[in-house]
């Protein structure tokens, strides 16, 4: 009796996965049905009025093929707006996207930012940023804010970062769980003058985002950076200060000279590398901390610290022997 209702459980249990294999069977197959007319109404709609969108954007004329409510009519028209930005904008072709997106689009999207569905809310975030379409800047509340996830904070700030950047520093400053990428992919689209808002509060800001925001400071003109970035060399951060350093190398001047002095003899073999870099920038009172450099414990100090020598124009006895020295030490150490 009790082989015979284990063999009934048994059967009842392969019976109902079978049915719900079934079941899940034709879920797929009706939703990938469901996908494949889509995209063929998307292709048709495009086909035939692809001409039509093309002299109202390019040239302005009439426009017969304005958006319907069409779910799949508005994903064709998307994909021509997209097409244009990406291949062909100007700043008349980008106008009139702007333009028919607010008029017929902007409630669509307002709505879908609502969504209980994540992908929903990040490809109309995409689509905001994308198009630059204005009037959004307030479609989240602070409390909003803090329940999205980290990448729809990280699409809203670069959002905001076009339109309101008094609202993109309230917001930022809302949260400080960014990755130093994804803060560096919002600081570059901002202009230099946006950017040195960020300056006056760096000591506010999360680790990754002072890191990005220092490589950022780093592609401005020099004499508007110079002063922050030394003014990082007293930091207690280390990797601030070796950041500091790294842009101030890459942009080939400084400012104060005796700033630098200290780094020479730093704890950190990373500050010494990069001091004995800019080293040339700083001027010929360097050469004597360079030639103590040639002794360093670090083989790269060692090495950097003769190269940077080497592009001074002192007489050559005042420096050759230091330079065979390690040289020497070198080989001894490929040596052994």
């Known amino acids: 009796m009790g082989v015979s209702i284990s063999l009934n459980v048994v059967l009842w249990c392969i ?3 079978v049915v719900i294999l079934a079941a899940l069977v034709v879920v797929f197959i009706t939703q990938s049905q469901r996908r494949i007319r889509r995209r063929d109404e998307v292709a048709r709609y495009i086909e035939r009025h692809l001409e039509d969108w093309y002299e109202y954007l390019a040239k302005g004329d009439g426009l017969g093929a304005l958006p319907r409510s069409k779910d799949a009519d508005v994903e064709a028209i ?3 707006f997209f097409a244009f930005k990406q291949n062909a904008s100007s700043k008349d072709i980008d106008g009139r996207i702007i333009q028919v997106a607010t008029e017929h689009l902007a409630p669509r999207y307002r709505r879908q930012l609502k969504s209980g569905k994540w992908a929903c809310r990040v490809n109309t975030l995409s689509k905001l940023i994308e198009f630059e379409l204005p009037g959004f800047e307030t479609a989240f509340t602070n409390e909003e804010i803090l329940r999205l996830s980290r990448y729809e904070y990280f699409l809203f700030l ?3 970062s076009i339109f309101d950047m008094d609202r993109f520093l309230h917001i930022y400053f809302l949260r400080k769980d960014l990755s130093e990428y994804e803060n560096k992919k919002v600081f570059n ?6 950017a040195e808002k960020l300056i006056g509060r ?3 800001i999360a680790l990754p985002g002072k890191y990005a925001l220092i490589g950022r400071i780093s592609l401005m003109p020099s004499g508007s950076s110079i002063e922050f970035l030394e003014s990082l060399l007293g930091n207690r951060t280390s990797e601030v200060r070796i950041r500091a350093l790294k842009a101030i190398q890459s942009i080939g001047h400084v400012q104060e000279s005796c700033r630098y002095d200290r780094f020479y003899n730093s704890d950190v073999w990373e500050e ?3 001091v004995t870099r800019i080293a040339p920038l700083i001027g010929e009172s360097s050469i004597s901390q360079l030639k103590e450099r040639l002794d360093d414990p670090h083989e790269m ?5 003769a190269r940077s020598l080497s592009r001074f124009r002192e007489p050559m006895v005042k420096w050759a022997i230091p330079m065979q020295r390690e040289t020497l030490t070198v080989r001894k150490e490929g040596e052994m």
């Open 15 to 17: 019976l109902a996965l």
């Open 78 to 80: 998307e994909k021509i």
């Open 158 to 160: 670069s959002y905001l």
């Open 189 to 194: 689209q901002l202009s230099d003058r946006k």
């Open 202 to 204: 760096f000591e506010e």
């Open 272 to 274: 010494r590398l990069l």
């Open 301 to 305: 100090v060692r090495r950097e610290a």
